[in-house]
């Protein structure tokens, strides 16, 4: 009797090679997902640190908000300038707005307290792009399990019905059945196989969400600070903002 995956493929069930193939169909798409995550998150973690690195000295530096809001352009593809990129147009446009106002600090807070919502609001949107695909793995990773499960019942099923006819080499013991019985054990081992690549794959990119959330929680913290300590220094209202092309 030959146990080997080919020599077991052979011998299975029309019901255990069917839920062989959907396991496997199972770990091809968590593969697939895997691999797109991973790269939109690499792209995404480079890009976002550029951003900021090239933010940092525009936003501290006197006069330089117009830079800051121009930088965007330049980085469509980081989901961290998608966040603060936003923010920094709608502060500067809401200074001009102020005009003679901007100096009062009352103003200013509630300007600053209203782009931090945008930006809040602007975080759940790119967390909600990043998350795209991770319900999936989740799925997979505790219903594939189950999917093997399914298939080792009914292979046990088939294996004592054997061992119960005479006429299909019943009455031998387990060595008559021993082929139904390996059978119906595959198929719960390849579920568990699937299961814990995707929640490896699930808890990696969680992992990295998070790191994203912490950094983009920071940055945001600093800027609403760094827009209030511009505000104070006459800095919030450059040569040249209010001819900003947004539409660029």
């Not at 697939?32 to 900021?52: C, E, H, N, P």
């Not at 709608?90 to 103003?107: C, M, N, Q, R, T």
Request: charged share 20%; no cysteine.
């Amino acid at each position: 009797m030959d146990f080997s995956l080919l020599g077991l493929w052979n011998q299975m069930g029309a019901v255990a090679k069917v839920v062989v193939i959907i396991l496997l169909g199972m770990s091809m798409y968590a593969i697939g997902i895997a691999l797109d995550r991973f790269m939109v998150f690499r792209k995404g973690r480079q890009r976002s640190l550029a951003y900021l690195g090239a933010l940092q000295p525009l936003v501290t530096g006197d006069g330089r908000l117009a830079e800051a809001v121009v930088l965007e352009r330049s980085f469509k593809d980081a989901p961290a300038a998608r966040v603060l990129g936003p923010a920094i147009a709608d502060f500067v446009s809401g200074v001009e707005s102020l005009g003679a106002g901007a100096s009062d600090p009352v103003e200013i807070e509630m300007l600053v307290h209203g782009i931090s919502r945008g930006m809040e609001r602007a975080k759940k949107r790119e967390v909600a792009g990043l998350q795209k695909g991770l319900p999936v793995l989740a799925t997979i990773s505790s219903s594939a399990p189950f999917v093997g499960l399914f298939g080792t019942v009914f292979g046990i099923i088939t294996a004592f019905q054997q061992m119960a006819d005479p006429s299909k080499g019943g009455g031998g013991g387990l060595a008559s059945v021993s082929a139904g019985i390996a059978e119906a054990l595959l198929t719960t081992a390849v579920g568990l196989a699937v299961a814990i690549g995707a929640v490896w794959f699930y808890n990696f990119f969680v992992i990295k969400l998070d790191q994203f959330t912490a950094v983009v929680d920071d940055s945001a913290g600093d800027l609403s600070e760094q827009l209030m300590r511009n505000v104070r220094k006459g800095a919030a209202r450059p040569a040249g903002a209010g001819a900003i092309d947004r539409g660029a």
